[in-house]
């Protein structure tokens, strides 16, 4: 639904680089394309731009609509738009789709020039380091210096962190939310098993699944209601569904029973018919390998030494995945570093995906935040 | 390894029942076997009788041996011996697989006589009420009108307050180890991945794989997989495994790369050898369904009105399956009922495999309350 303040109608717009880029993984990417996103209007000064990364399953599209779409309103259009929390009248606001992401920008479901067939299993495994290098070269592309902010949630914050610690003087604000430092061996877990499905499907065949006509469905299913197990509370599963049964009684068999059965197989089959199920390995790699304080001995605070932007780190009460602490480390290390820091827990019931909701509290700091930059 | 206190070399037995059983789910099972195992001695006036109840995974074999494999030590060996907690000195214990099961009882992989072939997905779903009904049969069988006591952790405790409430004079005392009265969403949500995991591995065949040779493995072992991390707590996996590699340095690919990843992928194998899928299917939904608090109302206390056992109630801090708060909601309703319950939430880094550990405090409570129960 159309909100007076949301950005309207949208479109992408893809980039293409041809000049070789190294990645973490120790291969060379000859070239490879970016489609994005913007919103707003760069400054005459350039100064005005703020970078917004996305999390596991998001992409380029945050704010607005398609065409003809009313269901297609970007994942965070509920902050971005004019006089939103991230105001499109002060900024210009960009999305991006990582490399490795199935919306456009190259990864393993795109066209490999050299064999003339899908990446698939071929596409390297990519880091949030090599990512940020490629969102510096569209910034590049774009003009842009240096942003005025990068935010993010989740894996999106963890880009956040990386811009400030590989590009110290590209980023002034860092806005990080519901993030980590680094994933604990539950979350790799997780992350594991979830993969394991998708592999483990016959229908994967190594990741080469276009050349079968098929995908790893059932995996990526599994896949998705586990994650979403993750991604919301304990409390707010009970509160929203509890023990309700879908048809008003037990039917002593393995269809749908119980009302948080029906939600859990609805996101999943939702999400594999619309997510690459190589992505989604891809996506939780970079999570697992994400660990800025492991070169510095384990050390977060010596990390974060090289950092010289101002930070905004959020994170949720009944966040399990990212829980609070996660993001007070964070701040532990930068306040370390006398770095700038603002920091909220936000009272919420919805878990690690707050992030993403409609908070009163929380979207009035971010805009506090956001109106105090100078541009 | 056997200790001295080991109950040392056992051997199960099978009793038949020809007497039609109504389940729960409405059908009558014509006919069923269990397989069951006793040590120590029943006294004279059948007083020292215990019956202990499995959960999930487990089985009949508490404790001891078989012959030639120092391997098959009991699930409960280190609780049940000869001067251990649960004292086969002064107790005649009893193990017993629950009707469903695949270690012996009669269960999905079984012959149907009718049929002459496997159950399969014809085995009716059972529930905690019928097979405490089962139990009594072995009880009567045994000539054991009341059991000293009956004990169980989690699904196990989930029968022990089952028999309090269906048999409430044919049990003086139950235990009640890391269980709960009903799972929550977030409970069913989990078994229900575990569950479509199976169910969506093309090895299932609707549950009939016995048929065609095959095993669904894969969704076995991935069900195994997320069982574990629910069964494991979080600070415990990131003492143990933490972030630690399995060879040194990133391999930027998805074979097991991380030490919990390894682990959990073996647990994952050696359990789908073991098991029956269908059984797996029976026993979450077991879990899902126990409620003894429904028919009344969703009032656990009025539930309790008919029980007279005395209770000792025990949970685990880390225990995030069924956190101690499940235990405590048990307690107060026992309280409300004016029924004798000692409870004590034992703190313990092992989450909800907690009440399989050894655990000095723990077994000292355990040995305490079984030495103040008169035979």
Redesign the interface.
Known sequence: MQDSNSIGIVEPQIVRFDTPMHL???TVLDSYELVYETYGELNTARSNAVLVCHALSGNHHLAGFYPDNPKSGGWWNNMIGAGKSIDTQKFFVIGVNNLGGCHGSTGPASINAKTGKCYGPDF??VTVEDWVQTQVRLADHLGIDQFAAVAGGSLGGMQALQWTLDFPDRVRHALVIAAAA?????N???N??A???I????DFYGGDYYSHGVVPR?GL??AR??G??TY?S?DA??A????ELRNGS?A???DV?????SY??YQ?DKFADQFDANTY?LMT?AL??F?PAYQHNNDLSAAFRAAKANFLVLSFTTDWRFSPERSRAIVRALLDNELNVSYAEITSSHGHDSFLMEDRHYHRLVRAYMDSIVV
Chains 1, 2 share one sequence.
């Open positions: 973490k993984n120790g390297p495994v680094k994933l604990t061996a539950q790799i877990a997780f594991d098993v993969r394991q499905a592999i483990t499907d016959q059932r299913r599994l209601m586990l979403h197990i919301l304990d599963m009970a929203k569904f509890g023990r037990l002593f068999g393995f029973e119980f009302e948080i059965e859990l197989r999943g390995l790699k697992d390998y660990d």
